[in-house]
């Protein structure tokens, strides 16, 4: 079990979430100041990825094993209340708080998921252009 919360890796910060709507979760963050995902470029690739293998550690950590069961995802903007990109983490996402499901939804304009990053490389391409990026 982590020891100690914030957990601090090498390019992320990871936090338990105040308002937590599932039984677990996690905010993981990343070091350098990136405002949304609007902001994510090509570059960031290697970090998102990083992002969600963390958090995916986290909550083997603590117990859970079913990752069909996990949601992971950023909320973009105008739908940010917090200005520094943050990936969350949520399990089981079966028990994600009713009141709160709409937040939380893949594939809305609310909640962006990179839970298919990991099984098709071409699907972050989607995910920035989804966020509007602009590739230059």
């Given at each position: 079990?982590?020891?100690?919360?914030?957990?601090?890796?090498?390019?992320?910060?990871?936090?338990?979430?105040?308002?937590?709507?599932?039984?677990?979760?996690?905010?993981?963050?990343?070091?350098?100041?990136?405002?949304?995902?609007?902001?994510?470029?090509?570059?960031?690739?290697?970090?998102?990825?990083?992002?969600?293998?963390?958090?995916?550690?986290?909550?083997?950590?603590?117990?859970?094993?079913?990752?069909?069961?996990?949601?992971?995802?950023?909320?973009?903007?105008?739908?940010?209340?917090?200005?520094?990109?943050?990936?969350?983490?949520?399990?089981?996402?079966?028990q994600i708080s009713t009141y709160m499901q709409h937040k939380f939804t893949p594939g809305t304009d609310r909640f962006i998921t990179v839970r298919l990053a990991n099984k098709f490389s071409s699907y972050f391409?989607?995910?920035?252009?989804?966020?509007?990026?602009?590739?230059?």
């Open positions: 079990m982590l020891p100690l919360w914030p957990l601090v890796m090498s390019i992320t910060l990871i936090l338990l979430d105040i308002d937590p709507v599932a039984p677990h979760h996690y905010l993981v963050i990343p070091r350098d100041h990136i405002v949304s995902c609007k902001s994510l470029n090509r570059s960031h690739i290697d970090l998102v990825e990083r992002m969600a293998k963390f958090g995916k550690e986290v909550l083997l950590d603590q117990g859970i094993t079913d990752m069909e069961n996990v949601r992971l995802g950023f909320h973009q903007p105008p739908f940010i209340s917090v200005g520094h990109l943050h990936l969350h983490v949520l399990a089981p996402a079966s391409i989607f995910f920035l252009y989804y966020c509007n990026v602009f590739f230059t």
